[in-house]
């Protein structure tokens, strides 16, 4: 597929991600950026060589749960900065899976970060940047119409199961996988994960040291961001 695709115009640029139509109308290309925002783009900066990272350890992922059963959008990584996925309609929540205590969830209720949950904890929040991606419950699900309940419940045994999963998987590679955000869309009415899952869409502590290997440290200025970035592509993708 990779050698007849043919690029067209770009349909949509986000953050992180810019999308082209191609010459098949049910594919699209996903283009990584180097950009980086933190705090609902109030910090904006780079990270060289980020879209890279990115696409090469989504599309090791993606592999690794398709393989499970997990069906998602991606097809095939056609350069080190572009994806062919299929055409999905993206449902409008962000899914955050909770291993341990860590950002906005010891800010919201006070817990001391690091703290296992057990068990994981999987959390809504509704994506309108307007409104600050607010947390929603399933029942703001519902109001809002965002998706049907049958596709909610879905949605969630699907997040736990992809837990359960990477845990594992990064925990052989010395990463802890304290938190990490999901997306899911809809092909031809088929829920199925989409977006990505990197370093910037997750939260990892090296199992060592501790140390955050993540957008993380981006948002609070640690340093060595890209060699956090290539350390962990590393670790992924050997």
């Known amino acids: 597929m990779a050698k007849t695709v043919v690029k067209g115009a770009m349909i949509y640029e986000g953050k992180a991600k810019k999308l082209f139509e191609t010459d098949q109308p049910d594919c699209v290309i996903q ?3 180097d950009d980086a925002t933190a705090f609902n783009a109030q910090k ?10 990115n696409n090469k350890v989504s599309e090791r992922l993606f592999r690794l749960l398709e393989d499970a059963g997990i069906p998602t959008h991606f097809l095939e990584r056609l350069s080190d900065r572009e994806m062919l996925t299929k055409r999905v309609t993206i449902i409008p929540i962000e899914v955050v899976v909770r291993n341990r205590v860590a950002g906005s969830l010891a800010k919201r209720l006070g817990l001391k970060e690091g703290g296992a949950i057990e068990p994981p ?3 809504f929040y509704y994506k309108n940047d307007a409104l600050g991606d607010p947390l929603i ?3 703001h699900v519902l109001l809002l119409n965002l998706a049907a309940s049958p596709v909610v419940n879905q949605i969630k045994a699907w997040a736990s199961r ?3 999963l990477l845990v594992p998987f990064f925990q052989e590679r010395s990463l802890v ?3 990490f955000k999901l997306e899911f869309g809809l092909y031809h009415g088929k829920l199925m994960l989409a977006d990505e899952i990197s370093p910037d869409t997750c939260r990892f ?3 060592q040291t501790g140390e955050s290997m993540d957008k993380d440290r981006f948002r609070k200025d640690l340093g060595r961001i890209e060699e956090a970035y290539q350390e962990v592509l ?5």
């Open 31 to 33: 283009y990584f950026k």
């Open 44 to 53: 904006r900066g780079t990270i060289v060589d980020k879209g890279v990272v």
């Open 121 to 123: 904890i999987v959390e």
């Open 137 to 139: 419950t399933e029942d």
């Open 162 to 164: 992809i837990n359960q």
């Open 177 to 179: 996988l304290v938190d």
């Open 205 to 207: 502590w090296d199992k």
């Open 234 to 238: 590393r670790r992924v993708c050997g």
